[in-house]
């Protein structure tokens, strides 16, 4: 009998008490939604990788080392097979972002060509054409502009490969740039294979 009157007080304490309702969200709930970052976020993430990049390449002239105007450069990461570099080299791929840095200042040109890569990746592009030109008379040294792009491309991790551009597309004033496949494209590609919709 004592059983029933408390189970009668309990229910009458409760009576006024309302649920929730589904649209009414609990703490844990925008705290959850807190995690997920915001558009603006990722910007500004992006921006802070760019500005960290930014600071890794010099634009001192005598902080890299010095490439003459007309000899023929060429870098490559490990792992890189031989025919994909033999088309990079050979200007067999597909170009649709053109950058022209020859008359930058290196501070503009450095900006510049950070912007372009991040650019181009995003758009899901592999391959730039950078025009450094060839600066015979660059100040204080011929090839000014030359080495520090040069260097710069080596510094940059995002990008695979590059070579002096064929003599029709610039010669070795311009150099044909492959980029790293970005995180989404792997995935994408990686899908693709897997469905057995990609090359073999």
């Known amino acids: 009998m004592e059983r029933l009157d408390d189970n009668s007080l309990f229910f009458q304490e409760m009576a006024d008490v309302k649920p929730l309702k589904a649209s009414q969200k609990t ?4 705290f959850t939604v807190q995690l997920s970052p915001t558009l603006g976020q990722l910007a500004k993430q992006a921006a802070l990788n760019e500005h960290e990049l ?3 390449l010099p634009i001192v002239p005598f902080e890299f080392p010095t490439v003459s ?7 490559k ?17 597909d170009i649709k972002t053109i950058l022209d840095v020859h008359e930058y200042s290196l501070p503009q040109a450095r900006s510049s060509l950070v912007n372009c890569i991040f650019s181009a990746i995003a758009r899901g592009e592999r391959n730039i054409l950078v025009i450094h030109g060839k600066g015979y008379h660059s100040k204080p040294y011929p090839g000014l502009m030359k080495s520090a792009v040069c260097h710069w ?3 940059i991790d995002k990008v695979a490969a590059y070579h002096s551009a064929t003599r029709e597309q610039g010669g070795t004033g311009a150099l044909f740039v492959l980029l790293k496949k970005s995180s989404q494209h792997r995935i994408e590609n990686s899908e693709l294979n897997r469905k057995g919709g990609g090359f073999r």
């Open 27 to 30: 703490q844990s709930d925008v």
């Open 54 to 56: 930014l600071a890794m």
């Open 69 to 75: 105007p007309d000899v023929v450069v060429s870098e």
């Open 77 to 93: 990461h490990d792992g890189m097979q031989d025919e994909v570099y033999k088309r990079l080299r050979q200007g067999k791929y």
């Open 153 to 155: 491309l080596s510094v």
